[in-house]
């Protein structure tokens, strides 16, 4: 299995909802990464887990919350989002640094989120 | 800070014709990677071309191959008999070698296709 499942494909919450968007991937990766993807722009790091844990958190505004529950889940729990958050959100995934070719990023084919 | 820098917003290039991408990139670090990755309108990032930057010699990937300038920072791909399917933004990116949780991406580059 080489790919990074992302659900749901679309989502459109309202600024009060509290939704998730999920990412699995079952290729042993032990980092796992949260892009934001604006149109026409480059993707943008928010969040990154080495070994299940938090290493990189970009300054997300706290309406944005990781969880790695294990070494094949990746979650983002969304909570009173602003209109502005709607974008393409990027689930990845990579080996570590410790290990060879820590260096190239698999990624899902996204969640589009629409915040009303 | 590393930068990376896509100076071509847009281009077209005719089916079955060779176009290359521009990309430099600024660092004071000597070893590091480089990719390009590929965006199609399906939207999933897709792993075109990747180069070590200890290795001298250019990668390659079928019609795909860059041509990498270590002293002048720059790395370009060329994407041979182009086809429908390459229709695409394509994204160059830098990561460090050091700290490998961080990958910089510059702002892309549309590729059309014209049939």
């Known amino acids: ?116 | 800070a590393q930068t990376v820098t896509q100076s071509q917003p847009e281009m077209s290039v005719q089916e079955a014709e060779t176009v290359t991408l521009s990309c430099t990139y600024d660092t004071s670090e000597s070893d590091y990677y480089l990719f390009w990755y590929k965006q199609p309108p399906s939207r999933q990032m897709i792993l075109v071309i990747r180069q070590e930057a200890y290795k001298q010699q250019n990668a390659t990937e079928n019609r795909f191959s860059v041509n990498f300038q270590k002293a002048a920072k720059s790395f370009s791909l060329k994407i041979s008999d182009s086809q429908l399917g390459d229709a695409a933004m394509y994204f160059c990116a830098y990561r460090s070698l050091y700290r490998d949780d961080k990958i910089i991406f510059g702002k892309g580059t549309r590729l059309h296709i014209l049939p």
């Open chain 1, 1 to 116: 299995d080489t790919e990074v499942t992302q659900t749901p494909k679309h989502l459109v919450m309202g600024m009060t909802n509290k939704k998730s968007l999920k990412c699995e991937q079952h290729m042993g990766h032990r980092a796992m990464y949260w892009y934001k993807q604006k149109a026409k722009k480059p993707p943008e790091l928010m969040f990154v887990y080495s070994y299940e844990k938090l290493s990189i958190n970009e300054s997300v505004p706290s309406r944005f919350s990781p969880e790695c529950p294990n070494s094949s889940l990746l979650n983002l729990h969304l909570h009173a989002l602003q209109p502005e958050d709607s974008a393409l959100y990027l689930c990845a995934s990579s080996q570590s640094r410790a290990e060879t070719g820590a260096n190239v990023l698999t990624f899902g084919a996204g969640s589009r989120l629409t915040v009303l």
